[in-house]
Structures are given as structure tokens and as C-alpha cells.
């Protein structure tokens, strides 16, 4: 039998003896395994991202498959998007008060409530609930189809399926997230002003007037369309966990968690970087 | 051993009518991590000739088939379709020569979320954009009845049995009327009866259709029914290529063993 240590000095021919032994350590091994891992993963994804852009641009375009994930991913996401967004809302908006109060700050309310939605809290909600549903679904659907040979079928069909399915569904996952923030933003406002007025009342124009006092463009609409980038993050991944699963019910479940695991993390050190690109770019 | 080496492979030559043959693979080798699956397979079908692939679970028959379409690559060796090689072609290049051929999967793979009128239709929909729907319909009617399913029309995948299942699933191969047919073990899974009546429908199709066909099974009796010619694949090889009678009287041990077992 051939034991770790050696098989890896062996196979690295190391010029120093000693780095052979740390290589050959189980957690430096296991460092190793998870980088190279990692780095694999990441080639793969790019390869599939290159398939998809491909077959997204030459025709024939699946407009009809497009239209249908609009619907799936746009309308039947609303709900869920609209009420985490109007939970938002309350929430922000009891704390700002109860913070705002203590500082003697309260006329600032509206104003507070209303750049927390529209700056941050509106797109990662909606990013990381659409993560949730999307990442699990498309995860899962794709996944099923790829075990039960539906996916082999569609090539054998001469269809390409980067075509017909993973470009559909990252496009409409591109297209309808920052719609999707749009509507988790006004229901966040509507249910900030709701709680406010329950407090002290005051009518839902003078909220908005009050909130958006000195607001431009530059604050509504580059954080709604960063979750485009979010679309394109929770659909690639999705469809590319989805389409490499392998083995039965075990690889649909592993597809569908992983799919949600990796679309939310990638969507959060995403937000790091855009949120700082657009102090950059849209000052 | 009776090996196929004394079959003359000439995958780029001619068959008896001129044409190359339509399916030819010369040397094909492909190997999976730590199992060598095909080591040096060669063989040719002609139009309007069926030939069985027979061997144990594992012994690389459904690789083969996979790699026939196209949706597995070998490792080295020519795949040629028609006379042209598709073993480096990319996913697009692909769908012309995709086109010219039906693929039966084992477990049917119909579309779960389509009915049955939609799965035949799928092929049609992708690739005879002029026809209009009424025609589609009418050609897709004309494919179930074909295989005994048009009553099934509007019936979902799942709410059918196994044997329906197969009937439609070489409905939607037929749709663009390939000349070559590959079955992934038509009728495993199925009871006798289903069995036997998927046999007459490959045969019938076989002889309206005159396609060259390529049928894995483990089912002998299925294999001597529907195929005029037979191979034996082990440990990666072709252990002997002939009719179902030559078979039966080789004196090699494992092809022995295989029959006795079957």
C-alpha cells in the first residue's frame, strides 16, 4: 500500500525532503484537495458560462422558453420577494425609530427608512430570497432532468440544451431581478410608512416627500439594477449545478443545496464589491 | 478466440452499395477513472442491418451507444457517421449528424413535464419550424399510431406504464425519421408479453423504415429476435462478432458461460 507521504513526495520529486513531509501532513493534504478543488470548480464554471454566452447569441433563439422562465421567475416570485421586502420595511423602520428617538433625530425617519430599502436591504433581500427560490428550484429541476437521461435526450434531439435551458433561465433570472427589487422596494416604503403612521400618523406622501428629499437617481437605480448582476450569479450557478449532478435522488438534493449554498455566498461578496463600485462610480 | 479481427474493418471504405457504411467505429478506446471501458472496439453497420450489443452490466455496451450519437467522447479511435468523423466535433456541429439518428434511452427519458402528444413533438417543434401545427399534429398522430400509443395522446409520462413508456419514447426517435437507430435495452424492465410486443415493433419498424440500427441488451431471446448480427463485448474487447448460431456453437469459454446464463 502506498501511504500519503510518500506518493506525494514521490509525485511532486521535491528538491527539499522536508517539504515532502508537510505536503504529506493530513490537514496540509486536505488544504491542497479543497484549493485544487475549488480552482477545478471554478474552471468548470467558466467553461459552462462560455457554452451558455455561445449559444445565448447564435440562433435559433428559444423566445418561447424565455417567455415562460420570465413568467416562472418574475410573476411567481413576487409574492415571496414583496413580503420579505415588506418585512424589511417594518423591521427598518421600528428600529430607525427606536435609534433615531434616542438621538433626537426623528424627523429624519423617513429619509433613514427610505435609503436603507432602496440602498442595500431592498437588493440583498430580494437577491438572497431569490437565491432561496430560484437557486433551489432551477437547481432541483435541472438536476432531476439530468439523472433521469431528459437532458441526454434533448442532445440526442439535436437541441442544444445550454439553449434551450441554462440560457433561458439566466437571462430571466438577469432580466427579472431588479423588477423583482423594484417591487421588494415599494412594499418595504409602503410597509416603513405603515408602521410609522401606526406610531405617529402622517399620509404616505409626505413619507415619501420627507424620504427621498435630496435623492437622485444616482440612489434609486444603481443598487435596483446591481441584483442584475445577483440574476446572472443565482441563474449561472443554479443551471451549472443543476446540469454536472450525478447519481439519483442523493445528486438532485446535493444539486438543489448547493445550488442555494453557493448562489446566496456568491451573491453576498458580490454586494461587497458592487456596493463599493457604485460609492465609485455613481458618488 | 474468436475475435473480430477477422472481420475486414475498413471504417473509411465503402459498403456494398458504394456508400460508406453508416455507422463505422474504428479503435475506440475510453476509459473512466479507474476502469478501462472500451479498449479497442471496431465495427460497422450498414443501412438496413441490425446488430445487437450483448455483454455483462458494466461492460461498456451504453458507453458505446452514447458515444455512437455523440454524448460521450472516446479517449482515442474514429467514430464515423455516414463516412464522417464525429469523435472532435463541437455540441453544435454535432446536431446535423444528430439529426439522421433516434436514440431510445433505457429508462424512455421522455420529458416529465410534457405530455405525450409533446414529447413526439419536441423534435419536430426544433427542427421542422415550418410545419404548421396542424401538420406537427398530424405527423405526430401518424408516429403514436405507429407504435400503437395514439389513444396516450394527451396522457403524461409518468401516468403510463414502462412498456408505454418505450412505445413512446420510439415514437419521438422516429420523428425525423433518422437512418440510424439506437436502442439502450429496449425492453428491460418489462414483463414478457411487453417485451416480445416491443421486439415485433422494432422489427416492423426495421423493415418499413430500412434503418441501420444498434440495439444494447441484455436480453437474448430480444437480441436474437431483432438482430441478424450479434457481438459479445468483454474486458473492453469484442469477444466474438456473428449470427445468433455462431454463438451458440463457439467453443470460448466466456461466450459459454454468457449463453448458459442468459
Known amino acids: 500500500m502506498i501511504d500519503g507521504k510518500s506518493e506525494t513526495a514521490a509525485g511532486l520529486d521535491l528538491p527539499l525532503p522536508w517539504l515532502g513531509t508537510i505536503l504529506a501532513f493530513p490537514p496540509v493534504r486536505a488544504s491542497k484537495n479543497l484549493i485544487y478543488g475549488f480552482l477545478e470548480w471554478f474552471g468548470e464554471l467558466a467553461i459552462f458560462f462560455w457554452r451558455v454566452v455561445r449559444a445565448a447569441v447564435t440562433p435559433p433563439f428559444e423566445f418561447r422558453e424565455l417567455f415562460r422562465q420570465l413568467d416562472e421567475i418574475g410573476s411567481k416570485s413576487l409574492p415571496v420577494v414583496a413580503l420579505a421586502g415588506g418585512a424589511i420595511g417594518v423591521v427598518l423602520s421600528l428600529e430607525a425609530r427606536h435609534s433615531l428617538t434616542r438621538f ?159 448562489s446566496s455566498l456568491f451573491v453576498i461578496v458580490a454586494d461587497v464589491v458592487l456596493v463599493k463600485l457604485i460609492l465609485i462610480f455613481f458618488p | ?73 472516446p479517449d482515442s479511435g474514429s467514430v464515423l457517421i455516414h463516412g464522417r468523423d464525429i469523435a472532435g466535433l463541437a455540441l453544435d456541429q454535432l446536431g446535423d449528424v444528430r439529426m439522421k439518428m433516434g436514440f431510445l434511452f433505457q429508462h424512455a427519458a421522455l420529458y416529465d413535464s410534457l405530455t405525450v402528444e409533446q414529447n413526439v413533438a419536441f423534435p419536430l417543434q426544433h427542427h421542422k419550424r415550418e410545419m404548421s401545427a396542424s401538420e406537427r399534429r398530424g405527423r405526430v398522430l401518424e408516429l403514436l399510431a405507429e407504435v400503437g400509443m395514439e389513444r396516450a395522446l394527451e396522457k403524461m409520462p409518468s401516468d403510463i406504464s414502462g412498456g408505454m413508456q418505450k412505445r413512446v419514447g420510439l415514437a419521438r426517435a422516429l420523428a425525423l425519421e433518422p437512418d440510424i437507430l439506437l436502442l439502450d435495452e429496449p425492453t428491460a424492465g418489462l414483463d414478457p408479453i411487453s417485451a416480445s410486443e416491443i421486439d415485433d415493433l422494432v422489427l416492423k419498424l426495421q423493415e418499413e423504415h430500412h434503418m441501420a440500427s444498434i440495439v444494447v441488451t441484455h436480453d437474448l431471446h430480444s437480441a436474437k429476435t431483432i438482430a441478424g448480427r450479434l457481438i459479445l463485448l468483454h474486458d473492453g474487447k469484442i469477444e466474438i462478432e456473428g449470427a445468433f448460431e455462431e454463438l451458440q456453437h463457439s467453443d470460448v469459454e466466456f461466450v459459454r458461460e454468457f449463453l448458459k446464463h442468459s
Open chain 1, 104 to 262: 433626537g433625530a426623528k424627523s429624519l425617519l423617513p429619509a433613514a427608512v427610505v435609503f436603507a430599502v432602496i440602498d442595500e436591504s431592498g437588493p440583498i433581500i430580494t437577491g438572497l430570497v431569490a437565491s432561496g427560490r430560484l437557486g433551489a428550484g432551477i437547481g432541483a429541476e435541472l438536476a432531476s432532468m439530468k439523472v433521469t437521461e431528459q437532458i441526454d435526450a434533448i442532445e440526442a434531439s439535436a437541441v442544444n440544451p445550454y439553449r434551450l435551458l441554462a440560457a433561458p433561465r439566466i437571462l430571466a433570472c438577469i432580466l427579472m431581478l431588479p423588477l423583482l427589487t423594484l417591487a421588494a422596494d415599494f412594499c418595504g416604503l409602503a410597509m416603513g410608512w405603515v408602521t410609522q403612521t401606526l406610531a405617529e400618523p402622517v399620509t404616505f406622501s409626505r413619507f415619501i416627500n420627507d424620504g427621498f428629499r435630496g435623492a437622485t437617481f444616482n440612489d434609486l437605480l444603481p443598487p435596483a439594477f446591481k441584483t442584475a448582476v445577483f440574476g446572472l450569479i443565482i441563474g449561472l450557478i443554479a443551471c451549472f449545478q443543476g446540469m454536472r449532478t450525478r447519481g439519483g435522488a442523493e445528486g438532485v438534493g446535493r444539486a438543489a443545496t448547493s445550488s442555494v449554498v453557493l
Open chain 2, 1 to 73: 478466440m474468436q475475435t473480430l479481427d477477422r472481420v475486414a474493418i475498413n471504417p473509411g471504405g465503402t459498403g456494398q452499395d458504394g456508400n460508406p457504411p453508416a455507422v463505422a467505429l474504428a479503435d475506440l478506446h475510453k476509459s473512466f477513472v479507474t476502469q478501462n471501458v472500451l479498449n479497442g472496439i471496431s465495427l460497422t453497420v450498414s443501412r438496413g442491418e441490425t446488430l445487437a450489443v450483448l455483454g455483462r452490466s458494466g461492460s461498456g455496451k451504453s458507453v458505446l451507444l452514447k458515444i455512437v450519437i455523440g454524448l460521450q467522447k
